[in-house]
Structures are given as structure tokens and as C-alpha cells.
């Protein structure tokens, strides 16, 4: 007997995939407000080895507009200093000899559109994603099909696929609306 679960199981992993991608990518989008994960992607030289920013200080939030970070070594605070001046988070650290503080400033009309702008591209690149997933298990169901597998079978494993998707999109979609109202809360 052919069975299409394998299918389906993948299908719905790929779509997870794509949905987890997306909320790492709209974590990173700065929405106006002080969120630590906006510095995951910064490595700091540590004896030699890019480490993760968070490998090597403790990084916090104290405030909605300031994020600080406190090294766990002096001697570190230059070293992070220059790789968040050289990332593209664009804002300009200031030291007190301890701690590095990120005053995040407020966020102009025009820049809040960029955001959304680019949130919504993140969305639309997880929605293709989802649509590919589902085209591949559509295609997987067919030659099933063509192998022996009846085809009414083939058409409910197809329908099933479709809800999957359509599971997604939502989800995909709902991400986007919150991202969306955090960006343009002012």
C-alpha cells in the first residue's frame, strides 16, 4: 500500500521551517523600541574567535528605548564598541567604562514605512516558501497516483496539503499584522 504521510509530514515541516525563519527575520527588524535580539546577528573577536555578542556580555533591556550591555571582561567593552559601530544596526554606542548603552531613537513616519515595507517582503518570501512546500507534496501525491495509489486517496491527501497551507499562510499572515501594528505604534 502507498502511503502519502511521509509527504504530508514533510511538507508540514518545510512549512514550519519557513514560518521560524520569518519570525527570526522580523525579530530583527527594529520596530522602534529597545529588543535585545536586534544585536543577535554581532560578533565580537574574543581571543581571536567571532563569538556571539551574547557568548561573551549580558545584554538587557531596562527601558523601551535603551538596551545595555554589560561585558563580563573590561577589557571587551572596545572590542563590542566597534563591532556594533561596524553591523548595521546603525546606532551609536556609548560607553561609561563598564557598560555600552544603545539609546534606540524614535522612529521617523517615512523609516516606519521602510520597516513595513521590509516585513512585508519577509512575509512574502515565507509565503513562497510555504507555496513551494506545498506544490513539491502535490507533486510527490501525483506520482503516487500514477504509481497505484487510487485516486480519490490521492485527492483527499491533496486537499489535506491544501488545509496544511492555508494553516500557514494564516499564521505567516498574522505574524505580518503584528509586526505591522508594533512598527507603526508610535
Known amino acids: 500500500m502507498l502511503d502519502v504521510k511521509p509527504y504530508l509530514n514533510k511538507a508540514q515541516e518545510s512549512m514550519e521551517g519557513a514560518l521560524a525563519y520569518l519570525d527570526e527575520s522580523l525579530a530583527h527588524i527594529r520596530a522602534g523600541k529597545a529588543n535585545a535580539r536586534i544585536l543577535d546577528g554581532i560578533r565580537v573577536d574574543y581571543y581571536g574567535s567571532l563569538t556571539p ?4 556580555a549580558t545584554v538587557s533591556t531596562p527601558d523601551a528605548k535603551t538596551i545595555v550591555i554589560q ?5 571587551m567593552i572596545s572590542v563590542i564598541e566597534k563591532a556594533i559601530m ?3 544596526v546603525g546606532i551609536t554606542p556609548a560607553n561609561n567604562g563598564e557598560t555600552i548603552r544603545l539609546g534606540i531613537p524614535p522612529l521617523t513616519e517615512d523609516r516606519r514605512k521602510q520597516l513595513v515595507k521590509q516585513a512585508r517582503g ?6 513562497i516558501s510555504v507555496r513551494s512546500s506545498r ?5 510527490q ?10 485516486e480519490d486517496a490521492g485527492k483527499d491527501a491533496e486537499a ?20 505591522e501594528k508594533e512598527i507603526m505604534t508610535v
Do not use: C, F, T
Open 53 to 56: 555578542l551574547a557568548s561573551v
Open 71 to 75: 561585558p563580563w571582561e573590561k577589557n
Open 86 to 88: 561596524d553591523s548595521d
Open 122 to 127: 519577509e512575509g512574502e518570501e515565507a509565503k
Open 135 to 139: 506544490r513539491d507534496a502535490i507533486e
Open 141 to 150: 501525491v501525483k506520482k503516487l497516483v500514477k504509481e497505484g495509489l487510487p
Open 160 to 179: 489535506e496539503i491544501q488545509k496544511i497551507h492555508d494553516k500557514y499562510i494564516k499564521k505567516i499572515e498574522d505574524m505580518l499584522a503584528d509586526k
